[in-house]
């Protein structure tokens, strides 16, 4: 690691975890005490404000309106930002990075221009199918918990749930859906993965702690693709996996190979919907579950034959 990126990266972690010490942030980066001591005065002198509490409850901390250099951006230009940001959320592949700028805008502006960014992350920019409603104050502080690799304690309603109950998680990544939020995390005392729907969240703990957790997933999308959903499809589609995911946007469902054939996953919460989607994909195939699919299927063809009768000539 360059002196500047360690540097950079000394910034991202006062960021995420304000008051770390010394000691944990030369184990982080792996340098001596000394170095990080020299990287902070460093810092300070082009102009970050970072204050440093001594003692063995102490660390430092980087202020408000210093993780960039003085006048670097001005009220108007963080209003611009901001818009940019919920501009950049309907673009395929930048919704996370989205909200992780937004989360370290928020943390390092000037206190008076807080209300500002707050009205701001209220606007709709884009027309369209809009994400689930998520709120925000759920998910700048889950982006950043991922980022700081912080655990975290989560209010979750799972589905069809009366009430939320609270569960403590080892955060991997936010992810979108379907135009939903998922939080990729591993429950304390597990040894698995798990997709939490972030609409369902209803309050965020940070822990200052991280817990065990496995190898993250080497593809969280297919953790995903049926997770919140009231129905978990499966059908074995007689054609081979490669014709198949060229049919198929992969944040919609999951292609499994199998031999010269392959199996499809998805969730959803509408059958009649699924019903329709696999008609329109024109392959044969065969409804592993639910058997209710079966029946779904049935009423369309039924409801297109009745509907679209040949009239005989003459």
């Known amino acids: 690691m360059t002196t500047t990126s360690r540097r950079l990266e000394t910034l991202a972690l006062l960021q995420a975890r304000p008051g770390i010490s010394a000691s944990d942030l030369a184990a982080r980066l792996g340098v001596t005490e000394r170095t990080t001591r020299r990287d902070i005065a460093q810092l300070r002198e082009l102009g970050y404000r970072i204050d440093g509490a001594p003692g063995r409850i102490g660390g430092y901390r ?20 901001s818009l940019g940001l919920r501009t950049a959320v309907a673009v395929d592949g930048l919704e996370t990075a989205t909200v992780t700028a937004l989360a370290k805008l928020t943390q390092v502006v000037p206190p008076r221009w807080q209300a500002r960014l707050a009205a701001l992350a209220d606007v709709e920019a884009l027309p369209g199918k809009p994400f689930r409603q998520a709120a925000r104050d759920t998910l700048v502080p889950l982006a950043l918990a991922c980022r700081a690799r912080e655990a975290v304690r989560i209010r979750h309603r799972a589905l069809d749930a009366p009430a939320a109950k609270p569960v403590e998680v080892q955060p991997y990544r936010l992810l979108t859906v379907r135009r939903q939020w998922y939080l990729v995390a591993c429950p304390r005392g597990t040894t698995e993965w798990k997709a939490f729907a972030v609409d369902r969240i209803e309050a965020v703990q940070p822990l ?64 009649d919907w699924a019903a329709r989607w696999l008609a329109y994909l024109d392959v044969d195939f065969d409804v592993v579950e639910p058997s209710a699919l079966t029946d779904r299927l049935h009423a369309f063809g039924s409801w297109l034959a009745a ?8």
Do not use: K
């Open 62 to 81: 980087l202020a408000h309106g210093a993780a960039m250099p003085p006048l670097l951006l001005d009220a108007d230009e963080v209003a611009a930002v």
């Open 208 to 271: 200052g702690i991280q817990l065990p957790a496995p190898e993250p997933p080497s593809t969280v999308a297919d953790l995903v693709t049926d997770a919140g959903w009231r129905y978990r499809v499966r059908v074995q589609v007689h054609t081979s996996a490669e014709l198949v995911r060229e049919l198929v946007d992969p944040s919609v469902a999951t292609v499994v190979e199998d031999g010269d054939e392959c199996e499809l996953r998805f969730g959803t919460d509408d059958l």
């Open 307 to 314: 509907r679209y009768v040949t009239t005989p000539p003459g």
